[in-house]
DNA sequence: ACAGCTCCTG
DNA sequence: CAGGAGCTGT
């Protein structure tokens, strides 16, 4: 019972000291997101489920359609991306669906968009074999697309609209490049890291992020050569397989959506085949950068971290007021305004077969096609859907006759070119959340306990956010709180039954059971190295819960919200690594 | 009116 | 983890 000399104050100075250059406090912070939010979704306000239906629908007929237009046209100004953007303008669907239950994000079945190729063919097989072909042949050309748009990339860069307007760049990319989230032993996050220090908090995020592609100083040539190549191959095998399993499939598989069309989330993917997962793999590699560069022997947080948590601070608090740059530049066209390397690695892991979910991993194709998952729109073209589920403007329409959606000015430079020129991307814009996102948003939860929309949509580039995305990860993290503050409640009254009497002999260690329950419930299978920062967070919530039970605090119903506010300030940067899109699918390998 | 939060429930 | 009720702040 001896309090050993572990933290320096239990008391809310760590909390006070950051407020000084804080941001607003939570209730200040929602109504900046709800400003965010009510600012950009009367733009387009797409909350209907109806609207889910027609995105879908019109992502699919727009990727269809781009893949032939890109074969026909030259390279121009083909706007794939923008497309959605239009369409989303294009049907201002006012009814007020509050009814989540209609517009469940995470199981939005049926009409999942995804890959043309993973549609499984129902009718009409010979039909669907010479579009199988002719899809062959337009990847093809577009990955002569895609190189094209690389190679010039490292020169344009700069103009773009996402210009480095940051001199951290170089910092920022290497501690990127080292660990980003082992905050030991790092100098170059020691100016970047300082909980509480007058330096820079997160400006520099968004530099940052258009920055990844950049990567790779030695040799941007040999990066294309190799991307060149794993991509052909990729998707040669892609395709491929996808062509072989169609010819091979007999006729009772008409009735079969092999489980592509439904994208369920529950389903766990399942619409890739082998050679494509596999073929993922390797441009893995590529397309990645390194992760858990460092174990970081942590057993023993220890005292030194534990006491300093103002002199080294492990953690940059991350100040509540997350820039506008967070915020799309183009309303409108959020996916133009994408880091380069997001496009890049969505368009890889798109072209190998991602699912229309982002989960492709998961269970063995055949799982899924040996469900029935025969539901009437699922057993249909799934270019060709029931009229009663689309608006009128869209009912029998084919791909063709769509019209050509005006090129929305967007001088993003090869970042333009990359959308237009590459039907994919906007293909890999999800309207659902799949169990990458959440085990992303898991992860992050290490980092923030208390996310903003704005962050959030930073950090899922691959989610096209509305207003239920929104509030499901929204809730998801509402949930990882809860889950958090019970064990911290359950754990403080827990040393108060144990006897103990300081806080500060409450200490959250590795090797701590709160740990360990922690870890498995946000970091099933330790796919990642849990920052110290959240030690430090999850410590001091520990004490504060300690502190207000044992001064019979809970008495007062509300005596958590203290703790909450003090924690809400508490929020760490993110690291970079977990912004990328393909960052879950990495998680997956195992 | 709405977004976001907590709390409770299944 | 999702739904929903109820609360709060804008």
């Not at 794939?80 to 369409?87: H, I, M, V």
């Not at 397989?241 to 489980?259: F, I, K, N, R």
């Not at 950068?289 to 005292?303: D, E, F, I, S």
């Not at 959240?534 to 819960?545: M, S």
Request: aromatic share 6%.
């Amino acid at each position: 019972m001896d309090p050993p000399p572990v933290l320096p104050s239990p008391q809310s100075h760590l909390a006070e000291t950051c407020m000084e250059r804080e941001r607003s406090p939570p209730t200040a912070e929602l109504s900046r997101d709800s400003s965010v939010l009510s600012g950009q979704l009367p733009s387009s306000s797409l909350t209907d489920a109806d609207w889910f239906g027609d995105e879908h629908i019109q992502a699919k007929r727009a990727r269809v359609e781009t893949i032939v237009r890109g074969m026909c046209l030259s390279p121009g100004p083909l706007v794939s991306g923008s497309s959605r953007a239009r369409e989303s303008s294009c049907y201002p669907e006012k009814a007020r669906e509050r009814k989540r239950k209609q517009s469940l994000p995470m199981h939005q079945g049926p009409l999942k968009s995804g890959p043309a190729w993973d549609r499984g063919p129902k009718k009409g097989g010979a039909r669907v074999k010479e579009q199988l072909h002719l899809l062959k042949q337009q990847l093809r050309h577009l990955q002569e697309h895609v190189l094209q748009a690389t190679e010039p990339r490292a020169p344009v860069q700069g103009p773009g609209g996402t210009q480095q307007r940051s001199p951290l760049r170089p910092k920022q990319r290497n501690s990127f490049l080292s660990s980003p989230w082992s905050t030991e032993s790092n100098p170059h996050q020691s100016s970047n890291k300082d909980i509480c220090g007058a330096v820079e908090p997160r400006t520099a995020e968004v530099p940052q992020q258009s920055e990844e592609p950049m990567l790779h100083p030695s040799g941007p040539r040999a990066l294309v050569e190799t991307l060149r190549k794993e991509l052909n191959r990729a998707v040669s095998q892609a395709v491929d397989a996808v062509l072989q399993q169609v010819l091979l499939d007999p006729p009772s598989h008409l009735t079969q959506p092999e489980g592509s069309c439904q994208g369920l989330a529950a389903e766990g993917g399942s619409q890739l085949s082998p050679p494509g997962r596999s073929a993922y793999k390797d441009l893995l590699a590529l397309a990645t950068l390194p992760r858990r560069v460092q174990p970081q022997a942590g057993v023993l947080l220890g005292k030194s971290s534990l006491a300093t948590p103002l002199d080294s601070p492990k953690c940059p608090v991350s100040p509540r007021a997350v820039p506008k740059s967070y915020q799309s530049p183009l309303p409108n066209c959020p996916l133009t305004a994408e880091p380069s390397h997001i496009w890049e690695n969505q368009i890889l892991s798109q072209l190998l077969g991602r699912g229309p979910d982002g989960h492709w991993s998961g269970s063995p194709p055949q799982a899924s096609s040996s469900q029935s998952q025969t539901s009437p729109e699922s057993a249909q073209q799934p270019w060709v859907l029931s009229q009663q589920q689309l608006p009128p403007s869209f009912a029998p329409v084919h791909l063709e006759s769509r019209p050509l959606l005006p090129a929305v000015k967007m001088e993003q430079g090869m970042l333009q070119g990359m959308a237009d020129m590459v039907p994919f991307s906007s293909i890999h814009i999800q309207e659902g959340l799949s169990p990458g996102h959440l085990k992303k948003a898991k992860l992050m939860f290490f980092f923030t306990r208390y996310p903003s929309s704005s962050l959030l949509k930073a950090y899922f580039p691959d989610v096209q956010f509305n207003r239920c995305i929104t509030s499901q990860m929204i809730k998801w993290f509402s949930n990882f709180r809860e889950f958090y503050y019970i064990q911290m409640e359950k754990y403080a009254r827990q040393a108060i039954s144990d006897g103990v009497t300081n806080p500060k002999m409450l200490t959250v260690l590795r090797d701590s059971e709160i740990f360990r329950v922690l870890n498995t419930h946000y970091n099933k299978g330790n796919d990642f190295e849990v920052p110290d920062c959240f030690l430090e967070i999850a410590t001091l919530t520990l004490q504060e819960f300690f502190r207000a039970v044992s001064a019979g605090k809970d008495s007062d119903p509300s005596w958590k919200k203290p703790i909450y506010k003090i924690i809400s300030k508490l929020d760490s940067d993110i690291p970079e690594i977990l912004k990328s899109s393909n960052y879950p699918q990495e998680l997956f390998r195992s």
